[in-house]
């Protein structure tokens, strides 16, 4: 079985008469009081001073602050979270739609200017023989007439 066992303190069995009465900086405990401290304000970050701000805010006021941004930044996270698949959905589709139109137009437009090309030098080349044709047409009505329109009579 197990026996308790009262252990008095030293401190409370002497008694207060034991102690000089006339001592101005009489104490109950045995700690020094100074008028040194060992703070050094200089060390301290801003984090640790705010951190030592949290007792004089009540416990109550304290988790509603906390509730409040806990509920802030998990929104804003949501909303990070859609915005960034969105883009990414936006995107993709994008590269998996607009590239190969982008590509095929630009085709188009070769094969475009290419068809124009060959109009333009099928239209001069009827335009240079048209006008070669003319030529020997005009000798033919020259000869015709007894006289050679290219070969001047002299």
């Known amino acids: 079985m197990v026996t308790l066992t009262e252990v008095e303190d030293e401190h409370f069995q002497s008694s207060q008469a034991e102690h000089d009465l006339d001592e101005d900086d009489f104490t109950d405990t045995d700690?020094?009081?100074s008028n040194e401290s060992d703070f050094d304000p200089t060390n301290e970050t801003f984090a640790e001073r705010l951190y030592a701000l949290r007792d004089i805010i009540p416990p109550t006021t304290r988790g509603w602050v906390s509730s409040h941004v806990s509920s802030i930044s998990s929104k804003a996270w949501s909303v990070l979270s859609f915005s960034g698949k969105?883009?990414?959905v936006i995107t993709t589709s994008a590269l998996f739609f607009g590239v190969p139109f982008a590509l095929?137009?630009?085709?188009e437009q070769q094969l475009t200017a290419m068809e124009q090309e060959y109009?333009?030098?099928?239209?001069g080349s009827e335009l240079?023989?048209?006008g070669a044709d003319q030529g020997t047409t005009a000798e033919k009505v020259g000869s015709a007439l007894?006289?050679?329109?290219?070969?001047?009579?002299?």
């Open 31 to 33: 700690s020094e009081i």
């Open 104 to 107: 095929s137009f630009a085709q």
């Open 119 to 123: 109009n333009m030098r099928q239209q």
């Open 86 to 88: 969105g883009a990414w």
């Open 146 to 154: 007894g006289s050679n329109p290219a070969k001047p009579s002299l």
């Open 128 to 130: 240079l023989t048209a």
